[in-house]
């Protein structure tokens, strides 16, 4: 048995040891990564802003380690469909977003959403990490399937499919793509089911998680009044801890006056330390990170 045990742990290390190669060796080339400089040079700065506010919000539990399947709202437009100019700043914004990739492990554009406000239809900007969306819908598998969708389906293919479902199936998908707590999905379901029954709304509370733009109402759930932290609220919080200390590390190295700016932070906290670039490489320890003061532009 003692000898059996030993197998299958020097199995298990070896299977580890071969994924950490494997995701070592994946990625992109930088100027692959983030490629604002493929914009026209009027729009870089725009991107440039448009990137920093998407990761000093929650997009950065998306881009990076993958906890938010989808994030939005970063960067928000209402324009009237008659109106040529509106309809250009949303095909600006969409340019911009087609720059914040890294290969294929990110995607990121412009929704729309069914609704009209004031006569005028609503864009948020989302990105979405390919992976994590892949596997929330493996997780889910029968609730997407009910939408038509599958893991290879497109990711605006997956949120169209969410925003125009019926309002219980749309508030669900929207919980899995946001990456919150199955137990707060099924509570905010639940919750909209009575209120659409009686008429009267449900009490809660909230969870939030900080971000580097604020502490609270930007990557938070509903919770049942007078809910106690449990270990998966614990474990989101302790994660995106970390996530955040070490963000705020870098971000105070490159961003500000004469320094090298957020497209350049994402490559270098990418970079394999050979030229690759892949999300599979973000280190996140919760210091300040080991790799030299980054050039001055």
Known sequence: MRALHGKRLRGTLYLLVWLAQTA???????EQAFPIESL?????????????????????????G???????????????????????????????????RCGEELYADMMVFQKAQNGKKVAHGIVVNRESLRATIRQYASFFASLG?????????????????????????????????KYAVDFFVQAGDEEEATGRFVQRDFVHI????????????????????????????????????????RRARYIGKDKPGIAQLLRDWLDDS????????????????????????
């Open 274 to 297: 050979t030229g690759q670039c892949s999300l599979l490489h973000a280190r996140f320890a919760a210091s300040i990170p080991l790799f030299p003061e980054p050039p001055r532009k």
């Open 149 to 181: 969708i599958t893991e290879h389906s497109h990711p605006m293919e997956v949120v169209m499919a969410v925003e125009y479902a019926p309002r219980a199936q749309r508030h669900r998908g929207y919980g899995y793509l946001f990456g919150y707590p």
């Open 24 to 30: 070592w060796g994946q990625g992109v080339p930088r």
């Open 210 to 249: 900080p971000t580097f733009e604020r502490e609270t109402n930007l990557f938070v759930w509903a919770v049942p009044k007078g809910h106690q932290e449990n270990e998966e609220d614990q474990r989101i919080r302790r994660l995106a801890s970390r996530i955040l200390a070490s963000y705020k590390a």
């Open 66 to 100: 993958g906890m938010k399947p989808m994030s939005s709202a970063f960067v928000t437009l209402a324009f009237d469909p008659s109106d040529e100019k509106q309809v250009a700043q949303l095909d600006t914004l969409r340019q911009i977003l087609r720059t914040f």
């Open 40 to 64: 026209p040079v009027h729009l870089q700065a725009q991107a440039e802003a448009v990137f920093l506010r998407l990761m000093d919000r929650e997009g950065l539990y998306t881009v990076i």
